[in-house]
């Protein structure tokens, strides 16, 4: 499941991170950012009316991302 589809306040761990094309700035800036294999994610909460932006807590920074950068990160639930 991507992402951008988790509700709010819960948690999951990053799977993968899909890139559009070769060098993608995207993917390459969410794997700076920490998004990377294993690592556990939390939604904190969503713009107004469930849109942009998405908070996301990753280890103990926060970071507000598009919907659709959220997309491109693959997650598994956890209960």
Not at 1 to 28: C, F, Y
Not at 36 to 58: H, K, L, N, T
């Amino acid at each position: 499941m991507k992402l951008s589809q988790l509700n709010s306040g819960q948690k999951a761990r990053v799977v993968s991170v899909h890139s559009t094309e070769d060098g993608d700035p995207i993917a390459r800036r969410l794997g700076d950012l920490g998004f990377v294999q294993g690592e556990s994610v939390r939604i904190v909460a969503f713009g107004p009316f469930g849109g942009d932006p998405i908070a996301v807590q990753i280890g103990q920074a926060r970071f507000a991302l598009r919907r659709s950068e959220a997309a491109r990160v693959q997650v598994e639930a956890q209960s």
